[in-house]
């Protein structure tokens, strides 16, 4: 089954300001999870992963009454940020949480698990 990881981070410690060029906790962060990464493809559970651009380089597209309007930004003010997602495909929930508990343990910022609704979804 596949499973959906989207990694958040404090909105307070990612600067837009230094959006384009990361910091190095993040870059030493990254590593870390490289390496959960590595073990990930080895046992044939991993599909893919990336990290997001910065929250102020974003753009919201919502319905209002005067039709649709894109906007700046995100749609909130959010305390935390989605800073990246990945997709495992693994055999069971139990699994997926095992897998991203130890990398909440390692990196210490929360991950949020979304079954992916695929052909898999209701096995």
Known sequence: MKYL??????????DASTADRPS????????????????????????????????????????????VVATDGPFAELKEVLASFAVIDVASHERAVEIVARIVDALGEPIEIRPIMGEDFAA
Do not use: I, K, M, N
């Not at 990881?5 to 990612?14: G, Q």
């Not at 870390?32 to 991993?46: A, D, N």
């Not at 893919?48 to 753009?59: N, R």
């Open 5 to 14: 990881l989207l990694s958040y981070t404090p909105a307070a410690a990612w």
């Open 24 to 67: 190095e906790e993040a870059l030493a962060a990254f590593a870390v999870y490289q390496e959960f990464e590595r073990e990930l493809v080895e046992t044939g559970e991993f599909v893919t992963s990336e990290g997001l651009g910065h929250p102020a380089v974003s753009t919201t597209v919502r319905r209002t009454a005067d039709g």
